[in-house]
């Protein structure tokens, strides 16, 4: 059965960091655009990084631009969100998304539609 599978997740005082984990089980994240999302309660999910199916290819929301980084191993069929100076803001749920959709090889974004495989999701909450 193909899943995702997100961790990492946790409590962390503004200013800190988290990695989060992506992992895949059933598939392989080989070419496979991945994707980041998040939901604030109250709040409509949206999307905070992304990575094409080459890896060459990264995008940000404008709101962690600079503070979050996005990457893949492919050996560990893993992808990463590294998150640096975590604002009180940055709280929500975060869910990992994967497909390998022609137009998620070479570029990706944050079009729910375009993703099959979404993982339960982790918990981060920034607050001191």
């Known amino acids: 059965q193909s899943q995702l599978a997100e961790s990492g997740g946790g409590l962390v005082q503004p200013g800190g960091s988290l990695r989060l984990s992506c992992a895949a089980s059933g598939f392989t994240l080989y070419y496979h655009g991945v994707a980041w999302f998040r939901q604030a309660p109250g709040k409509e999910r949206e999307g905070v990084s992304c990575i094409s199916g080459t890896g060459r290819y990264t995008k940000y929301s404008d709101s962690v631009n600079g503070r979050f980084t996005i990457s893949r191993d492919p050996e560990s069929n893993i992808v990463y969100l590294h998150m640096n100076n975590l604002k009180p803001e940055d709280t929500g749920y975060y869910y990992c998304?994967?497909?390998?959709?022609?137009?998620?090889?070479?570029?990706?974004?944050?079009?729910?539609?375009?993703?099959?495989?979404w993982g339960q999701g982790t918990q981060v909450t920034v607050a001191s």
């Open positions: 998304a994967a497909n390998n959709l022609a137009a998620l090889v070479r570029q990706c974004d944050f079009w729910e539609a375009k993703y099959e495989y």
